[in-house]
Every structure is written in C-alpha cells, then in structure tokens.
C-alpha cells in the first residue's frame, strides 16, 4: 500500500483503550462538502517483531485481509443563522423567564454541535457568572436554555459553539426585558350608536357586573372578543356597570377599575 501510518510498536505500549494506536496524515481530502475522498486501511499486528528481528524468516506478522474504507470530506464554515431574543423583551411578573434559542449551520455535519452561553453583561440586580455553561438541550442544529427568575434591565448573551470536526463559532445577542406589572388602565368611555364603549391603555379584556365589584371577572359579561384596546356592550342606562380588565399577563385591579353610572349619558 502507497502510505505508512506510525505508532505503538513495543508490546507494553498497550494504552487505556485496550488496543495501539496508528497515526498519520491524510492526503488530497476534497473541498467539497457534496463529495468524499476515500481511503483504504490495512494493519499488521506485533510491529515488535519486526523491531527485534529484522529478518522476515524469523517473524511472523497477521495483516488485514481486506482494506477497511474510511471517508472523508472537507467540512464548511459552522455559523449560527438563529439567535434569540433581542430587542425588547416583554413579560409578566409571574414568570421573568427567557428562552434562549440558537439555530447552527453548515460545519461538517449540517449545523449539528454542542453550544455553551454566558451572560456577557447583566442589570445590577443581577448576580452571574461569566463562565461558559452548556445548553440544556443542545448537540444537534437546535440549541435552547432557559434563563429563570430574570431583572428586569439590559442582557447581552454571549455563545460558543463547536462541531465534531473541530469548527468553533462565536456569536452574542443583546435584549432589554420589561416587566409589566401594571394593570390596563380605562382610558377613554363613551357611547356608540346603542353601545357603551371602552379604551383601554394597553391590550386587555374587560368584564362587567351590575351588582357591585366583588366578582371574579370571567364571572362577569364579557366587553371584548379576545385582547384587545377596545371593548363594548350594550347600554343599559337602568344599572350601574362595574368594569373590571385584566391584561396578558393577568394583571388588574383589586376591585373595579371604573363604575359607569346611569346618567352618565
């Protein structure tokens, strides 16, 4: 055969493997990554016999009988196309949780690596580490992490990722999380043809009660077909009409955010 491998060659070099190890280097591995260069292996066994006696005749060595075939092809570049969040990040005050999300391609095995994250840069009440920590759910295309009981403020997100074939990617990501822990406030009230109508400062449903605030809002009528700044019901200028509204979050008001009384029109 045209290429000689190197190695273990003296019968106590077996290492922590069971078995010797053979080295060498690989010519001619194409560029492209649609196409493998091939390469054919056979080993000899008891190299320490040749050592100790460099006459064949009074030696014997066991050589493969077959080539065993090993492929090869040049891996491309490992980039991240995926890396979330950024920008303004809204949540409630129940759960201050973000997801991290990371998308990898390319490399030498289509985007498939294990990725690590650390907060670059954090509020001042937050208290963190800069070391690097391993994705919860990672080694393949698709990287996500949890980060639990955030502050609210400035987060920059630094990641590094790394293929088997030794590929290492570097990438950050920058968001500010805001905590909404205001209840939607009624902005505007008037009539519309027969309707009582409502604004609201931010998306929401509201609900109403003729018979004072101490209700559970789903309880109550219903103003408003999913969330939305505007909400309606039919007025009936005989009741009270106690409004109570509750954002995405669930936030609102202890008791009423606003009664309507009769006259009003």
Same mark, same amino acid.
């Given at each position: ?18 078995? =010797?190890? /053979?080295?060498?280097?690989? *010519?001619?591995?194409?560029? !492209?990554? !649609?196409?493998?260069?091939?390469? =054919?292996?056979? /080993? #000899?066994?008891? *190299?320490? %016999? ?21 492929? @090869?092809?040049?891996?491309?570049? @490992?980039?991240? $196309? ?6 303004? &990040? ?10 991290? =999300?990371?998308?990898? $391609? ?9 990725? #690590?994250? #650390? ?19 990672? !080694? ?18 630094? &990641? ?16 500010? @999380?805001? &905590?909404?822990?205001?209840? *939607?406030? +009624?902005?505007? +009230? ?7 109508? @409502? %604004?609201? $400062?931010?998306?929401?449903? /509201? ?5 004072? /605030? ?22 009936? $200028? ?9 954002? +995405? ?9 606003? &009664? ?6």
């Amino acid at each position: 055969m045209g290429n000689n491998f190197t190695g273990d060659n003296v019968i106590t070099d077996m290492g922590s493997l069971d078995g =010797y190890w /053979c080295s060498g280097i690989l *010519p001619n591995v194409t560029n !492209n990554s !649609n196409e493998f260069t091939k390469y =054919y292996i056979r /080993c #000899k066994d008891q *190299p320490w %016999l040749e050592t100790n006696n460099p006459d064949p005749t009074y030696y014997s060595r066991n050589a493969n009988p077959q080539s065993i075939e090993y492929s @090869l092809t040049a891996s491309t570049k @490992l980039e991240v $196309s995926s890396f979330t969040p950024s920008g303004n &990040i809204d949540v409630g005050p129940q759960d201050t949780s973000v997801e991290l =999300y990371v998308q990898t $391609s390319g490399g030498g095995y289509n985007g498939k690596s294990v990725c #690590k994250w #650390k907060i670059l840069e954090a509020p001042e009440a937050e208290t963190y580490s800069t070391l690097y920590y391993l994705f919860s759910e990672t !080694n393949s295309s698709v990287h996500t992490q949890i980060l639990a009981n955030r502050s609210e403020g400035n987060y920059i997100v630094g &990641i590094e990722c790394e293929d088997e074939a030794g590929n290492v990617v570097n990438a950050t990501t920058e968001f500010d @999380l805001e &905590i909404d822990d205001e209840v *939607p406030e +009624i902005t505007r +009230i008037f009539k519309s043809g027969n309707d009582l109508k @409502l %604004l609201t $400062s931010e998306l929401a449903k /509201c609900y109403f009660y003729n018979w004072g /605030c101490n209700f559970i809002p789903e309880n109550g009528t219903s103003m408003t077909t999913g969330f939305s700044n505007e909400h309606r019901t039919v007025w009936n $200028s005989g009741f009270k009409v106690h409004v109570k509204c509750l954002d +995405i979050w669930n936030n609102q008001e202890g008791g009423c955010v606003e &009664i309507i009384r009769p006259g009003i029109f």
